[in-house]
């Protein structure tokens, strides 16, 4: 999803310790200690309770990419957004695979295709209403979803709506207010909602489930780019005042939601209070001491508190190191940088010194393919120009090879972006600039603050031409956990989009792209999964990106917060059930 849905050899012996040492995250820290967390909030719910009262603290190093559930697309944004939006359909609050199956939300049931795979139909549950009392009504989820036609309004969201509904011309509502010439969506009656699609998509209802762009809107509440300072709610929160980007808000009971028509969520703390802008490292340190109750990132702390907690028997016991369910990852601007140059860039990356970057075991596994292990169907892959082996600090030789091959014996200088909020990432940049300096591959590292990295800088593909960015530090969460959910955003050319584009080497391959125009033409799930996997491989063979790790995150729980358990389908603790103690 979604970016955390993120979020991405030594010249000699010496450089090749200072790496580890730097890094952190060998033997010493590792293997052993990774294991040794209580992992009591995995696949089970840990301090359960149905107490009501308290503030709920939620920090964040950077900010949020928006509160308005049509333009967001991190993980952790679609999972803080369901305490204040209901959406068609939503992810179960359960631990375990049973999280990431589709359940009905303001929807009756899942979504009914036609014969023809065209169309979808959902409806809805009667009597839902919005903070202010008012009824909620299909119409509500067609303007929500025709918003998202407007990418200069709506920009960081997903683009898939705009991409798959038969709505061709359609601008979106704030170039024609007259919703009637809006045919991707229609709505016979009040609670009825149906799809247009242009040609049949077998994954509509984990489409439709992923982020929040099906949670209704008012039109007459809308106010374009400001309506994300303070969204109507739906859910069991709604917003006390605005929100102030940068800095936060708070979240108050919303008396008009009703919990016997929503399973998925609660409504214990008083509020909940979301602060923006806090240094990493501080919020850790809040996060252990209990000042904080949430990381809202939920990529795991970073590698003080890391240290802190492993080596500290209390501290061990709340805390969880579950895989997270994404890949860091450096895309490559296939674009910019030909693909012999590509290669001799994978040759050279120092992969064991990337993945200390990330934590060494306790940080993931280094990976031999794009998707994660837990995506349906994934193969492990073959290695392309790289060994995912612990102790590998790349192959000089070849990588100078590769510069032959690409008429650049001497090397070549390019950018490199990283979110200069998170130290880790600014960790794999440092060493990535290390081990390609050996062959003359000269990185100019510049970061950027998380908020606007995905969506202004390395999200948007003028200003990666304008800059000349060749490379980047990514990371990148299923937005449901199939190959199409995980790798079309990121490999397709039909992705790309000026702000928010999650394919940041404007990857563009004509087989792959031809793969993506059919799949969805297939109705045999494990035909697909071999598809999914081919894409993976011709996107590593053309050295689209330099693979890094499968994310593990070493999450840190105070003992105050109730109800809490790892949730499959956000790669992190589940937001929409939390509680206090006291």
Not at 338 to 352: F, G, L, Y
Not at 413 to 437: C, F, H, I, N, W
Request: with cysteine; net charge neutral.
């Amino acid at each position: 999803m979604r970016r955390p849905k993120v979020l991405a050899t030594a010249a000699a012996g010496a450089l090749a310790l200072s790496l580890v040492s730097a890094c952190g995250g060998g033997d010493d820290e590792g293997g052993s200690a990774s294991t040794s967390v209580s992992n009591a909030a995995i696949g089970k719910i840990h301090n359960p309770s149905d107490r009501r009262g308290g503030a709920l603290k939620m920090a964040t190093s950077s900010d949020i990419d928006s509160i308005d559930p049509g333009d967001m697309y991190y993980a952790w944004a679609n999972n803080f957004v369901r305490l204040y939006s209901r959406m068609l359909l939503t992810y179960p609050a359960k631990p375990g695979t049973e999280g990431w199956q589709p359940v009905p939300d303001l929807a009756e049931g899942l979504g009914q295709a036609s014969a023809d795979g065209k169309s979808w139909t959902y409806k809805l549950k009667k009597g839902l209403k919005y903070e202010d009392g008012t009824e909620i009504t299909a119409k509500d989820i067609r303007y929500a979803v025709a918003r998202t036609f407007d990418r200069g309004v709506l920009r960081n969201g997903p683009s898939y709506f705009s991409t798959l509904l038969d709505a061709e011309g359609y601008k979106g509502p704030y170039k024609d207010k007259n919703l009637d010439h809006f045919k991707g969506v229609t709505t016979p009656d009040d609670y009825t909602v149906v799809f247009h699609l242009k040609k049949p998509f077998a994954e509509f209802n984990e489409l439709v489930t992923f982020s929040g762009q099906t949670a209704p809107v008012p039109q007459s509440k809308d106010k374009g780019e400001r309506y994300g300072l303070h969204p109507v709610s739906s859910g069991p929160y709604k917003w006390e005042k605005d929100y102030e980007p940068g800095k936060g808000g708070t979240l108050v009971r919303n008396d008009q939601w009703d919990q016997s028509t929503d399973p998925n969520r609660k409504q214990l703390p008083d509020s909940i209070q979301l602060v923006a802008g806090m240094n990493a490292d501080e919020l850790d340190n809040q996060l252990m001491s209990g000042q904080i109750h949430v990381d809202l990132p939920g990529t795991g702390v970073q590698e003080n508190a890391r240290k802190a907690i492993l080596t500290d028997p209390k501290k061990r016991e709340n805390a969880d190191n579950p895989p997270g369910g994404f890949s860091w990852y450096n895309p490559i601007n296939t674009k910019l940088i030909p693909v012999e140059c590509r290669k001799a860039m994978v040759w050279a990356a120092n992969r064991d010194a990337m993945w200390r970057a990330y934590g060494g075991d306790v940080g993931g596994e280094l990976a031999t393919s794009i998707m994660p292990p837990n995506i349906e169907g994934r193969q492990k892959g073959t290695d392309h120009y790289t060994k995912a082996e612990k102790g590998y600090t790349g192959d000089v030789e070849q990588a100078k090879q590769a510069l032959q091959r690409c008429g650049k014996p001497n090397g070549f200088e390019t950018k490199m972006v990283y979110r200069s909020d998170r130290p880790k990432e600014k960790a794999v940049a440092e060493a990535l600039q290390q081990s390609l300096g050996r062959v003359g591959i000269k990185l100019n590292l510049q970061g950027y603050p998380a908020n606007t990295y995905t969506n202004d800088q390395f999200g948007s593909p003028s200003f990666v031409e304008k800059e000349g960015i060749g490379v980047g530090t990514y990371g990148w969460h299923a937005d449901w956990p199939t190959g199409y959910g995980y790798l079309q955003a990121i490999t397709d050319k039909d992705a790309i989009v000026e702000s928010g584009n999650a394919n940041p080497g404007l990857f563009d391959n004509a087989q792959v792209n031809k793969i993506w125009d059919d799949v969805m033409n297939i109705a045999d799930r494990n035909q697909r999964a071999q598809m999914y996997n081919q894409v993976d491989d011709i996107f590593r063979k053309e050295a689209g990106a330099i693979p890094n790790v499968y994310a593990k995150s070493l999450l840190y729980r105070p003992e105050k917060l109730t109800n809490v358990f790892f949730h499959e389908g956000y790669g992190m603790y589940n937001y929409s059930t939390l509680g206090l103690s006291g």
